[in-house]
C-alpha cells in the first residue's frame, strides 16, 4: 500500500472536558478555566493525548485502515493546541511490505498551517477467521450423551466443538449442568492468554499467580469433578497442554503461561487414578504452535519463524487439531488414561 490521507477535526472549548472524562486526565491546565487564565496560555490546553488518538483514528480508518494493528507510536508536539481550533492531519505512507509498514504524520492549523504535533507509528495487519468467535450452542433435545468442550469461543475450541458437532456442549466457568444431563467426554481448551512479564517484574505476583496457575488449576479439578458427576462409564477428560511447559522451548517468554501449562502432566495423572473407581479416564495432549486461536494475531514473520522448526514446514491450523482430538474421543480403551501425548508434528525446540 503507498499513498496519503488527510482529514480535519474542529476542537471546541468544551474539547478538553470531554476528553478527561474519557482519560482521566484532569489536570487544571487542560479543565480549569481560571487555572489556565494564570498561565502563558490564557485558556485551557488541549491534551497532548488527543493528538495521540487522531494519530489512532489514522491508522484505524485510512492508513491502513479497517485491518490495522498498530505496533507502535512516536509523537513530538511542536505547539500547544489552544481551542477552539480546526485541525488538520495529514499523513503519507513511507513503508509498507503487505504484512507490516509506517506512516508519517503531521497535525497542523487548518487555517494557519501551523504545526502542532508531528509523528509516525508501525502497523501490522490482522485477519479475519473464517469461524465466528463465539460457537453457538447446537439445539438439540437428543438424550444422547455429550461432549463439554471449554474455551468453545476461541480457535481450538471452537474448531473441536465444530467438528464434534451436534453433541458437542459449549461450557463456561460456573456454568451449572442439567442434573439429567449425561456427559461421554469433557475437552478442556480454555485457559487463561498467555503473560508476557519476567517473574521478577511483576507488580502483583498474588493476583498474577491466582489468575494464571490457580485459576487453571481449580478449573481442571472442578471439570474432573463434574465428569465424576455426569460421566458414563469410559468417559474421558481430555486436556490441552502446551510445549511452552518444556525447557527449551520459546525461551519462556510467557513464564505464568508455561508454569501453568506444567502443571498438566501431574494433574492427569492424579486424576487418572481418581477418577479411575468410577470407570472414567483423564488425558492431556500436548501443542507445539498452532496457527490460530491465540496466535491469530501473530504476524507471519513470526508465525514463518516457528513454522520453520516443523519438520514438515508448516503449522497446524485448529481444524487439524480438531480432527486429532476427535480421533482420540473415539479411543475408548483404557490405557488411554493417564497418557500425557505430545502431538508436535516433530516441532524442534
Given amino acids: 500500500m ?28 487542560h479543565t480549569d478555566p481560571a487555572h489556565a487564565a494564570k498561565t502563558a496560555y490564557g485558556r485551557p490546553v488541549l491534551h497532548g493525548a488527543f493528538s495521540a488518538g487522531l494519530l489512532s483514528r489514522l491508522a484505524g480508518m485510512h492508513l491502513p485502515g479497517q485491518d490495522c494493528l498498530l505496533h507502535d507510536l ?56 473464517s469461524r465466528p468467535d463465539n460457537f453457538v450452542r447446537p439445539e438439540t433435545d437428543t438424550d444422547e450423551p455429550r461432549i463439554l468442550v471449554t474455551g468453545a469461543g476461541g480457535g481450538i475450541g471452537g474448531a ?6 451436534r453433541l458437542a456442549l459449549p461450557w ?18 480454555g485457559w487463561p492468554a498467555p503473560d508476557d512479564t519476567p517473574l521478577l517484574d511483576l507488580s502483583d505476583p498474588t493476583a498474577a499467580v491466582e489468575h ?19 460421566g458414563e462409564p469410559g468417559a474421558l477428560l ?44 483423564a488425558a492431556t495432549v500436548v501443542l507445539d504452535v498452532v496457527d490460530g486461536g491465540m496466535n491469530a494475531a501473530v504476524s507471519p514473520a513470526v508465525k514463518q519463524s516457528h513454522a520453520d522448526r516443523v519438520p514438515f514446514g508448516e503449522l497446524p491450523t485448529p481444524d487439524e487439531v480438531a480432527e ?25 525446540p
Fill in 2 to 29: 503507498t499513498g496519503r490521507a488527510s482529514f480535519e477535526v474542529e476542537v471546541g472549548p468544551d474539547t478538553p472536558r470531554a476528553f478527561a472524562e474519557l482519560s482521566g486526565d484532569w489536570n487544571p491546565l
Fill in 74 to 129: 512516536k509523537l513530538r508536539f511542536v505547539k500547544p493546541i489552544l481551542p477552539p481550533a480546526r485541525l488538520k492531519v495529514e499523513a503519507e505512507v513511507i513503508r509498507d511490505d503487505g504484512q507490516t509498514g509506517e506512516v508519517r504524520a503531521t497535525v497542523r492549523d487548518a487555517v494557519t498551517g501551523a504545526t502542532y504535533a508531528e509523528g509516525s507509528y508501525g502497523f501490522g495487519r490482522h485477519t479475519i477467521q
Fill in 160 to 165: 473441536v466443538a465444530e467438528k464434534i458437532g
Fill in 172 to 189: 463456561k466457568r460456573g456454568e451449572i449442568l442439567p442434573a439429567r444431563t449425561k456427559l461421554s467426554a469433557i475437552v478442556h481448551c
Fill in 212 to 230: 494464571h496457575l490457580s485459576a487453571p488449576l481449580k478449573d481442571g479439578i472442578g471439570l474432573a469433578r463434574l465428569l465424576a458427576s455426569h
Fill in 238 to 281: 481430555l486436556m490441552v497442554g502446551s510445549t511452552f511447559a518444556e525447557a527449551g522451548r520459546h525461551n519462556f517468554r510467557t513464564p505464568l503461561y508455561a508454569l501453568s501449562k506444567s502443571l498438566l502432566p501431574t494433574l492427569t495423572r492424579i486424576l487418572a487414578l481418581e477418577l479411575a473407581p468410577a470407570e472414567m479416564r
Fill in 324 to 348: 486429532q482430538i476427535h480421533w482420540l474421543l473415539a479411543n475408548r480403551g483404557r490405557l488411554l488414561s493417564g497418557a500425557v501425548m505430545s502431538l508436535t508434528g516433530g516441532a524442534l
